[in-house]
């Protein structure tokens, strides 16, 4: 029993990023591509999402704690390697320093994300019933539709890349070809879930648009 | 015949002890037919004068076996870490530039030293304790298809050469480095050896232990003897975690 508490603690990082983490990140791009339906689709989407019972709880023990966690000792880690991609510039080292970057933008965009959607919500400034308006209003912004864009990709990569790690970190892909394969799972699932998060941000931006492109 | 004689061009990064600044000099050196950088170095030492005409120390290098197999020869040649003994001088690209591996304390010039190596493998236990007060008798047999893939395990010569590459291998971190998971691997194979296999694991498990490689596989492409670095890692990243799971429910 030398140090299990490091172990632990490790492993608890690696799992806590595929769940919760990487589910709720599913279940919140999917819940926002019926945006792409109009506003009444999503928003009786999220009336379903709000009435779950017990939804503060498990907003705070399944999605909150565990992003927290993950976010704080993810920047430990993310700071503690030294990147060396001019030098070795194998796939899997250039997929390493991307894991550690997409992390920290990830990291401060869902920062800004929380506050400025769900957390004006727990003040009182906004209704449920508002949030398609608010990212409405939030995607006219050109800044804020980049900065948007470029959150949502690091956050899918993230996840996607680290289901590889994941994958490799407990023991389940050993060998180079599974390895190779779960490379190519995780790309797809990268692109996957980028173009549906992609498709309900475009959404929110213009939905009338959207709403046309779909109905043609 | 009064061709000019051809020359190799020599960048080398120096430092005069641990706690030194590092300096480069340069050297030009006569080009002999299959010379590899120890042969460099030899020159340089019988005649230590750089390309200024300056007469200097000679160049401090460690170098043991000469055919890579010792390890102890590593230093960064053109960028990358690899052994001075097996790189020939025709196959580099000219400026030749050495460096020391900065991954470990330098001594002095090019001799840097690895004691963290072989603290972890003291860490990880990476031995058979074959014998006790009195004779045990012959060992269990170990399957010849198991044998060959543990075979290219055990051609891990400690070079460094893994660490040097890995970017979780720093002054900020603690990790041993994939040799030594590799090692537990290796001993953790062997029927005489996996007697002992728990207390290996146990001694990747702590700070600085396997969870501190980050998969950026640098080492498997860096080795120098084609050692499969990362499917040690996973194969003993799954060992570890059958195994914590097993310790939780069963103390």
């Known amino acids: 029993m030398m140090n299990h508490r490091h172990f632990f603690n490790r492993k608890l990082h690696s799992l806590l990023g595929v769940v919760p983490i990487g589910g709720f990140l599913f279940v919140h791009l999917f819940t926002n591509f019926y945006a792409t339906r109009g506003e009444a689709a999503f928003l009786e989407r999220v009336e379903i999402m709000e009435g779950i019972p017990f939804v503060s709880l498990i907003e705070i023990v399944f999605i909150f704690l565990p992003i927290l966690y993950h976010g704080i000792y993810g ?4 700071f503690q390697a030294k990147n060396n991609v001019g030098n070795y510039g194998f796939f899997r080292n250039v997929m390493f320093m991307l894991q550690r970057v997409t992390g920290v933008i990830t990291l401060i965009f869902i920062t800004w994300h929380v506050w400025e959607t769900k957390m004006q919500m727990v003040i009182g400034n906004v209704e449920a019933t508002g949030f398609f308006t608010l990212m409405n209003e939030i995607l006219t912004n050109p800044f804020m539709l980049v900065f948007y864009i470029v959150g949502l990709l690091s956050a899918t990569f993230h996840f996607a890349n680290g289901l590889w790690s994941f994958a490799v970190s407990w023991g389940i892909t050993v060998g180079p070809r599974a390895q190779r ?12 879930m980028s173009a549906m998060g992609l498709m309900a941000l475009f959404s929110f931006a213009n939905p009338v648009d959207v709403a046309q492109a779909i109905q043609k | 015949m009064a061709e000019q004689q051809k020359t190799i061009h020599l960048i080398i990064t120096r430092q005069d002890g641990p706690d030194g600044t590092p300096y480069k000099q340069e050297f030009k050196i006569p080009y002999r037919p299959n010379m590899n950088i120890i042969s460099c170095l030899m020159e ?24 890579e197999v010792c390890g102890a020869c590593s230093m960064v040649i053109n960028g990358k870490p690899r052994q001075s003994c097996t790189a020939l001088v025709d196959k580099l690209e000219q400026p030749i530039r050495l460096e020391p591996m900065k991954t470990f304390p330098i001594n002095r010039d090019l001799a840097v030293d690895r004691s963290r190596m072989f603290d972890a493998l003291k860490r990880v236990k990476a031995w058979i304790p074959i014998d006790g007060t009195h004779d045990l008798g012959p060992g269990p047999r170990m399957p010849e298809v198991d044998r060959q ?4 395990l055990s051609r891990c010569m400690t070079c ?10 720093n002054d900020k971190s603690p990790f041993i480095g994939a040799f030594a998971i590799s090692q537990v691997r290796l001993f953790n194979e062997h029927p005489t050896g996996k007697m002992n296999a728990e207390e290996r ?13 980050g998969n950026s596989q640098n080492c498997v492409q860096s080795c120098p003897k084609g050692i499969p670095l990362t499917t040690s890692i996973a194969s003993m990243n799954r060992a570890t975690t059958v195994y914590s799971i097993k310790n939780f429910f069963r103390n």
């Open chain 2, 201 to 213: 694991l146990e001694g990747l498990m702590g700070e600085g232990g396997i969870t501190d490689c």
């Open chain 1, 75 to 78: 920047l430990y880690i993310a």
């Open chain 1, 181 to 192: 394969i779960s490379t190519y799972v995780t790309m797809l699932i990268f692109v996957l």
């Open chain 2, 149 to 152: 893939w543990a075979y290219e």
């Open chain 2, 44 to 67: 340089i030492q019988r005649n230590p004068v750089t390309v200024d005409g300056k007469e200097v120390a000679p160049i401090v290098w460690e170098m043991n076996c000469l055919e």
């Open chain 2, 160 to 169: 460094g050469v893994c660490l040097e590459a890995c970017p979780n291998v």
